[in-house]
């Protein structure tokens, strides 16, 4: 069962940074393991290695957009951020850099907010129903805050569907103030 703050069975320590209505899921991208099996040397590294609840085949950060509106299953879902990795993930494979790594390399992965809750299983299509931001890449909006673009980030800020607490540390960036 997705519900509108978490999968069902999905339990998150960290409420605050984990789950909720804005990140009820996360999502990452099928393609990116074969790079981290070979970069990390660990052949065997399994889907949902990287703390997501959906990986998720022919789809990635540069053709995922903010605000995109998808149907999974008997649910839709919406892109409300770009995901920041957290230090568990390499807290959980032993790798002190991983963290870094995966922000460096853009393959973070993205939330999605739930717009209606339903039943969902391995191997559901992810279907597109709506785009309504298409210049606003999930890889796109990362680079904007990671790098403090101050002309970008008031842009990226009026973007709908774009989480609040992202839009409010946006309006910090754009006005200097980190």
């Known amino acids: ?94 790798v002190n850099d991983l963290t870094a790594r995966v922000e460096a390399s853009g393959r973070t992965g993205w939330y999605v907010r739930v717009l209606a809750e339903g039943m969902v299983e391995a191997n559901d299509e992810v279907l597109l129903l709506d785009r309504p931001n298409p210049g606003w890449t999930v890889a796109r909006a990362t680079s904007v805050i990671r790098r403090h673009h101050d002309d970008a980030a008031a842009e990226l800020a009026a973007v709908p569907g774009l989480n609040a607490a992202w839009r409010e540390r946006l309006l910090r960036i754009a006005a200097g103030r980190l």
């Open 1 to 94: 069962w997705l519900g509108s703050i978490n999968l069902a069975g999905d339990g998150q320590a960290d409420r605050k940074n984990h789950g909720g209505v804005d990140k009820a899921v996360l999502v990452y991208a099928a393609s990116h393991y074969a790079a981290w099996r070979e970069e990390l040397g660990a052949p065997g590294l399994p889907h949902g290695a990287f703390g997501e609840n959906f990986t998720v085949s022919g789809l990635d950060e540069a053709s995922v957009c903010v605000g995109d509106r998808y149907a999974i299953g008997a649910a839709e879902v919406e892109v409300s951020q770009p995901r920041q990795p957290c230090w568990k993930i390499a807290a959980r494979w032993q």
